[in-house]
């Protein structure tokens, strides 16, 4: 019997580690490859659907937003069971603003499906309801409020129903 080791036994060594490298990391770069380009075909960078026109109106709304902060009112959105939509409304000095109009919407955080209309009336001073279909889960109202004197207020909120 010989101590010899036998021939025909695999030993690892410094190209076959060499090789695993190259093959593990070659893998992982194709399939980033193949994940960064999908990526890149499906999602065309936009989130708005006309930024062209969004971006000549950004002084517009620079304006706007400075002119609804110089109106020192405040609002806050909730739901009164689940299928009243309750805004108040309060000025500087925390007096109710009365007397407005809206044009309101209601509809899902990620998708456009079952967006809904809003019809706000003056229920007590300064506090306005929207009766809507019973929602539950979370939703995003959006708000935009005049007074008498055509002053604009514009607000978004998420909603979460029971």
Known sequence: MSLASNPTRFRLTGWHVLAMFVVFFGVDIAVNTVMIVGAYKTYPGEVADNPYEDGL???STIGRKEAQAK???RMTAGLEGASVVRITAVGPGARPVMGLRFQASLGRPATETGKRVLAFRETAPG??????APISGAWDVKVTAYDARGRRFDAERRLIGP
Request: charged content about 15%; hydrophobic content about 50%; proline content about 0%.
């Open 57 to 59: 109106a950004y002084d």
């Open 127 to 132: 506090v306005y309801d929207a009766a809507t």
């Open 71 to 73: 109106l020192g009112w």
